[in-house]
């Protein structure tokens, strides 16, 4: 038995006319043919279990996207741009190379300071895209006006929905969708948001039977750099493969050079590991204290390698030019910062330009493990 259609929600007055408290109107689900089709497919074969799978899995996330919707002022029925972008999954990648919940491409990442090079890639962080996702929001509906353009263009991209506003002298958006100046994607993007919505608001009225997962929970605590995980996790008490989830976006597995690094780990992790990091400075003490030699500070009580040992890529720089300013050879960066013969930098890319041993004799001092 099919439900009942959603109900009504458009009101008599244009969306831009409503505003909310914080400033911006609320998010207008329509009932419309080509939302009651969404509706109806996502409740229909092999989808249906897909359905409850996002569902369920979005209790890891919608209490902290709320909470930062809140904050921005926006209305929280956004969160289904998610639902339809990655089913909720925190890892999702696009045959395009768009990534995580929001599915940024990572030049509109880097636009919105996430950071994404050879060692991090934030779009895979959940909060961190998240906040991202709330500008970036936030700039289009200052553009378009309408959450629905806002969805468009989020989508096609500004440019394509502009021209489209702009040839056809509207900003109804199902106007734009009877023309061809949308893709066909575009449309079913914006109406699969809206179905999303409705089923997302009360799913047990369209059939859906959803046990949500319980909301990721974690504790930040700032680590070494240049650390693997499986280092650290051994230190926290926790299994590899759980700090690797948690910190998915580190790309190879372990902290960036350069500087402490502000590490996810489970609820009760953060003390057994600064206990852990007590325990190794103080054996270092020990240690020293044994040979008669000065003191040393401990590996993992330092803020890590000297900033003259990272370099941060520049706009037109090559490996071949960094390694000959800091009378190192192209193969020495290459190997030390992990890359393949085909691999390019970035603007923004950190290399390590000195080895440690290097670096530690220069000093006078000791680094991390």
Request: proline share 7%; glycine share 8%.
């Amino acid at each position: 038995m099919k439900p009942d259609p959603p109900e009504q929600r458009e009101p008599p007055v244009s969306e831009t006319a409503l505003v909310t408290l914080g400033g911006l109107p609320p998010y207008v689900v329509q009932d419309r043919p080509e939302v009651r089709y969404f509706v109806e497919r996502f409740q229909t074969g092999y989808r249906r279990a897909v359905v409850e799978r996002w569902l369920s899995r979005s209790g890891r996330y919608l209490e902290m996207i709320r909470e930062i919707f809140a904050q921005r002022g926006l209305p929280e029925d956004l969160v289904f741009t998610a639902m339809i972008e990655s089913g909720f999954d925190s890892v999702a990648v696009s045959r395009a190379g768009a990534k995580g919940l929001w599915q940024f491409m990572a030049p509109t990442a880097r636009r919105y300071g996430l950071r994404v090079d050879r060692w991090v890639d934030e779009r895979l962080d959940p909060e961190k895209s998240t906040r991202a996702a709330a500008s970036h929001l936030k700039d289009l509906f200052a553009t378009f006006g309408s959450w629905h353009l806002v969805q468009a263009a989020y989508n096609a991209g500004e440019m394509r929905v502009a021209r489209a506003v702009q040839r056809l002298r509207t900003s109804d958006f199902w106007q734009l969708s009877r023309t061809p100046l949308l893709a066909e994607e575009t449309k079913s993007f914006v109406a699969a948001i809206q179905a999303a919505a409705l089923i997302g608001r009360e799913p047990d009225r369209y059939g859906f039977s959803v046990t949500p997962e319980d909301p990721l929970r974690y504790e930040v605590i700032h680590v070494p750099p240049s650390t693997p995980l499986k280092r650290l996790a051994g230190m926290s008490g926790t299994a590899g493969g759980d700090l690797q989830r948690l910190n998915a976006e580190l790309r190879l597995a372990q902290t960036p050079p350069g500087s402490p690094y502000a590490l996810k780990v489970p609820v009760g992790g953060a003390s057994i590991m600064r206990a852990a990091f007590r325990r190794e400075a103080a054996a270092t003490l020990a240690a020293a204290a044994r040979r008669g030699a000065p003191h040393q500070p401990a590996r993992g009580a330092q803020t890590g390698p000297s900033a003259r040992n990272i370099h941060v890529v520049k706009a037109q720089e090559t490996v071949g030019g960094i390694a000959k300013r800091y009378g190192v050879s192209p193969a020495e960066i290459v190997r030390w910062n992990q890359l393949t013969s085909a691999a390019r930098i970035f603007p923004g890319d950190r290399l390590q330009v000195t080895l440690a041993a290097r670096a530690e004799k220069e000093e006078g001092q000791g680094g991390f493990r």
